[in-house]
């Protein structure tokens, strides 16, 4: 499939017209380094589209116009080198998405959420991969309190830990939604919860952030992977790989 650019801002072209579009779950041949032993997640679904970026990659629904998942790779020199990339709030509609399966701008207007990331800008080492982070394609609709507090706890902490790991870490964050969300505009669908997992392969341990999408949510003690597995249904790490639990915890 050929997709049809549509170059409306300089941001869009520079986050676009690099990464073609890749359709279907097990599309992620041009970016496998992001996942564990090169292993994507198996999704199955209609209208999963598999995104690459420069430092991260998504797994699109366009059921619900938002990530699947989102999935980084993360060592301590390039979280370092993020520390000083300027952050640049311009978000974008991501063009390489059929129009009736992505979210736009005005979709998110006057609605209350925030435009919450899943590959987070702070994580990204230099200005192309921050720039491309913005893509709505990697973006849910997020509850405020829980995006700038333990949401952006969760995130920092991450970022601490790669900082101190013996090797690189590899993390992969996404929403979750009942049976019948409600939807921004009609159709951006409205997660009710959110998960981060983490798993340190020279360590071979692993945590997993799970958080209500709602002003009242507090931070928690993190969750095992197989308690993830559990909650979510699906494996996110490569079927041979039994992580032990990390006790890391989240904290402002």
Not at 46 to 62: D, I, M, Q
Not at 158 to 178: D, H, Q, W
Not at 180 to 186: D, F, G, K, V
Not at 202 to 228: F, G, H, M, R, V
Request: glycine share 6%; net charge neutral.
């Amino acid at each position: 499939m050929t997709p049809v650019f549509k170059p409306i801002t300089t941001l869009t072209v520079l986050a676009t017209l690099a990464f073609p579009l890749i359709a279907g779950a097990a599309g992620f041949a041009d970016c496998p380094q992001f996942f564990v032993n090169q292993q994507p997640p198996a999704f199955k679904g209609a209208k999963l589209r598999a995104l690459c970026f420069s430092h991260f990659a998504v797994l699109h629904n366009g059921q619900t116009r938002t990530p699947v998942f989102s999935a980084e790779r993360l060592t301590a020199s390039e979280i370092e080198q993020a520390k000083h990339v300027e952050r640049e709030d311009r978000f974008f509609a991501d063009h390489r998405l059929p129009e009736n399966e992505r979210a736009e701008l005005e979709d998110y207007q006057g609605s209350g959420y925030d435009r919450g990331h899943m590959a987070p800008s702070h994580d990204q080492p230099d200005e192309t991969a921050m720039a491309q982070s913005f893509s709505l394609a990697n973006m849910v609709p997020q509850n405020s309190h829980n995006n700038r507090g333990p949401w952006s706890a969760f995130e920092a902490t991450t970022r601490k830990y790669a900082a101190l790991a013996a090797g690189p870490i590899y993390v992969i964050s996404g929403p979750v939604f009942g049976p019948n969300p409600q939807r921004l505009n009609n159709r951006v669908a409205i997660p009710s919860q959110l998960f981060k997992l983490v798993y340190d392969p020279s360590a071979n341990k692993a945590w997993a952030y799970w958080i209500d999408n709602t002003n009242a949510a507090q931070i928690a003690p993190p969750i095992s992977y197989s308690e993830l597995t559990k909650r979510i249904g699906v494996r996110l790490l490569p079927r041979g790989v039994r992580p032990g639990y990390a006790d890391v915890e989240a904290t402002h």
